[in-house]
């Protein structure tokens, strides 16, 4: 039997609605900073970016449904703002080369929350495979969907749509595995 734990976002600030809203628009917004930050790539539609980073840590501080619900909203924020990669908006882009990414963002930071609530945000050696996860779900969603798009083969798809991007990812997976724990650790003191 799994012990349900809480997130880290509910045991250092109460859980109010209020509190818990706040948060998520919170994670919205930072996905949407770091969706900002991006290197175009001469051979792929698909631009180096922060998000992924901002992904892990939604649903490792905020737990399955909040973190799921920041990136839920940050796809819909981005139909009417621009949030997307470069500044980019709009139903085009939502549904375009990238859109199966931004669909494996929501279910990403649900099954890591999830792996959260379950503990697995606790130390390194148990939160950098949650973080790998939710990478690995990321492609699951978006490498089909660009070859889908972009009509690719199953191949190409994966040399455009994932392997530019595995080392970055990589990084990203070990720095959100390494700052999670610590944060833990600070609120324990």
């Known amino acids: 039997m799994t012990t349900a734990y809480l997130p880290l976002a509910a045991t250092v600030l109460p859980r109010r609605r209020a509190v818990t809203v706040a948060l998520v628009v919170s994670f919205t917004l930072l996905t949407a900073l770091a969706a900002q930050f991006r290197i175009n790539l001469p051979f792929t539609p698909v631009p180096i970016t922060g998000q992924t980073f901002a992904v892990l840590l939604a649903g490792g501080v905020l737990g399955s449904r909040a973190g799921a619900s920041s990136q839920a909203l940050y796809w819909l924020g981005g139909l009417l703002f621009p949030f997307y990669a470069g500044g980019g908006s709009g139903w085009k882009v939502a549904t375009g080369a990238t859109g199966g990414y931004l669909v494996g963002f929501i279910v990403a ?81």
């Open 109 to 189: 930071a649900w099954a890591i929350g999830l792996l959260a609530e379950r503990g697995q945000d606790r130390t390194v050696a148990t939160a950098v495979p949650a973080f790998l996860a939710g990478s690995v779900i990321i492609y699951l969603f978006g490498v089909p969907w660009l070859a889908h798009i972009a009509g690719y083969g199953w191949q190409e798809a994966v040399e455009k749509g994932m392997v530019p991007f595995v080392i970055g990812d990589l990084a990203k997976v070990a720095l959100a595995g390494i700052l999670l724990p610590g944060a833990w650790h600070l609120t324990r003191k």
